[in-house]
Nanobody
Framework: QVRLIESGGGLVRPGGSLTLSCTVSGGTFTNYPVSWYRQAPGKERELVASISVRADSSFYADSVKGRFTISRDDAKNSVYLQMNSLEPEDTAVYYC????????WGQGTQVTVSS
């Protein structure tokens, strides 16, 4: 049974940093692109970052470009999202997704940016 579990969320001050982790069990990330999404209250779930199979390409939403970095370590069955210069607008539940057939999603981890 493939399961994705996010961790690393929490409360952080504006301008601070957090690193989110997504670890897969019952399967691997090998041969699959992986993405991070977020959903803020009252808003649609949005794509924030994606990483290619070989980590030779990545995508970032304009709202996070230059502040967030996605990376992967297939040997550790993990994908990461380094978030710097956090803003209150980054407050959301963050989800990881293995872009496979079928897709697999984690349960999400809450990130709250507040003073």
């Amino acid at each position: 049974q493939v399961r994705l579990i996010e961790s690393g969320g929490g409360l952080v001050r504006p301008g601070g940093s957090l690193t989110l982790s997504c670890t897969v069990s019952g399967g691997t990330f090998t041969n699959y692109p992986v993405s991070w999404y977020r959903q803020a209250p009252g808003k649609e779930r949005e794509l924030v970052a994606s990483i290619s199979v070989r980590a030779d390409s990545s995508f970032y939403a304009d709202s996070v470009k230059g502040r967030f970095t996605i990376s992967r370590d297939d040997a550790k069955n993990s994908v990461y999202l380094q978030m710097n210069s956090l803003e209150p607008e980054d407050t959301a539940v963050y989800y990881c997704r293995r872009r496979s057939f079928p897709n697999y999603w984690g349960q999400g981890t809450q990130v709250t940016v507040s003073s």
